[in-house]
């Protein structure tokens, strides 16, 4: 699954280049805007919200303002309450990427911030982007 993202002016830094942490910014922003399009999260009344308690990213390749972006979305491991994203940026419609992440959600209860079992129709959403 692929989301086309921009950069901003800011992104840059001193070096000319797209700063390390906006990396971790496009992809959560790649994933989390599939999660709400997908209907997957809802943002201010959804029981289930995802945590984040790993993330990773390889660089192997620089971006820059005002390029834009291309984040191909995957999903490497589906648990009973967890899922492990795996993310690649391109630089427009590039074939290499230029940076590889992961990070992993935990599904929590909104109020409890307890893990709760990914629910089958969940499941079923997150399974047509297994890899």
Same mark, same amino acid.
């Given at each position: 699954m692929f989301r086309t993202l921009t950069?901003?002016?800011?992104? %840059?830094?001193?070096?000319? =280049?797209? %700063?390390?942490?906006?990396?971790? #910014?496009?992809?959560d922003s #790649?994933? %989390?805007?599939?999660?709400?399009e997908t209907g997957l999260l809802d943002l201010h009344g959804g029981e289930e919200i995802g945590l984040v308690v790993e993330t990773g990213c390889r660089y192997h390749g620089e971006l820059a303002f005002p390029d834009p972006v291309t984040a191909g979305i995957g999903i490497s491991r589906l648990g009973r309450s967890s899922v492990r994203y795996e993310?690649?940026?391109? /630089?427009? &419609?590039? &074939?290499? @990427? @230029?940076a590889e992440g992961f990070f992993v =959600?935990? %599904?929590?209860? /909104?109020?409890?911030? /307890?893990?709760? @079992?990914?629910g089958p129709a969940r499941r079923a959403k997150f399974e047509e982007i297994l890899l």
């Open positions: 950069t901003r002016w800011s992104d %840059n830094d001193i070096y000319g =280049h797209m %700063n390390n942490v906006v990396h971790y #910014a496009l992809f #790649a994933v %989390n805007g599939w999660l709400i993310i690649a940026l391109f /630089r427009g &419609e590039g &074939e290499i @990427a @230029a =959600h935990v %599904n929590v209860d /909104r109020r409890t911030r /307890r893990p709760v @079992a990914i």
